[in-house]
């Protein structure tokens, strides 16, 4: 990004490099759709948080409308405007951090909440004649019979950031190291 009298201008580089990042989510995204709750995009918006910075506050919003574009705008959408913004944010706030067992337990940990922060929805408009305890049981319901799910979640999401962790930060680095 340059600087101009104060102010920041994305480069061309930049818009390129965001265009590949969400390439690459939404690429193993489709090759691992077969496998449920087993996803590299934790680890991609993690791993790119930690290497791009500040350039994940384009890929993510670009990522969430290119997957309502593909699969359409329904409620699993809307969870997905603050779910993966939430995951950035962790791992912005601990950047500094190069455990690779913090790593995949904090993508762990994403990974089996991540039913719980799909279930706010259903409590905003899960209503019935009781209010909001019909919200509250919408969600509530709704999590728990998506538990089996999130565990797959959290464990795959643990083994796939303790496997790429290092190899794939290690080529990251060095790659930008190469081109500086």
């Not at 102010?7 to 995204?29: H, N, S």
């Not at 995949?104 to 305890?133: E, K, N």
């Amino acid at each position: 990004m340059e600087e101009k009298k104060g102010r920041k201008k994305l480069t061309i580089e930049d818009i390129a490099l965001m265009g590949m990042m969400v390439a690459v989510i939404e690429a193993c995204k489709l090759a691992m759709a077969f496998l449920p709750n087993i996803e590299l995009t934790s680890f991609w918006i993690i791993m790119f948080t930690l290497l791009f910075g500040w350039r994940i506050l384009f890929v993510i919003p670009v990522f969430i409308l290119v997957e309502g574009a593909v699969y359409g705008f329904g409620l699993w959408w809307v969870m997905y405007l603050y779910a993966w913004p939430l995951l950035a944010l962790a791992a912005y706030l601990n950047r500094r951090q190069e455990s690779v067992w913090f790593w995949s337990i904090l993508s762990a940990v994403f990974g089996l909440m991540f039913g719980f922060l799909c279930a706010l929805p259903y409590v905003a408009i899960g209503t019935t004649d009781s209010g909001l305890r019909g919200g509250l049981y919408a969600g509530f319901t709704w999590w728990v019979a998506g538990i089996p799910f999130d565990i797959a979640h959290g464990v795959g999401n643990f083994v796939l950031m303790a496997v790429l962790y290092k190899p794939v930060r290690l080529a990251m680095k060095r790659i930008r190291r190469e081109n500086a």
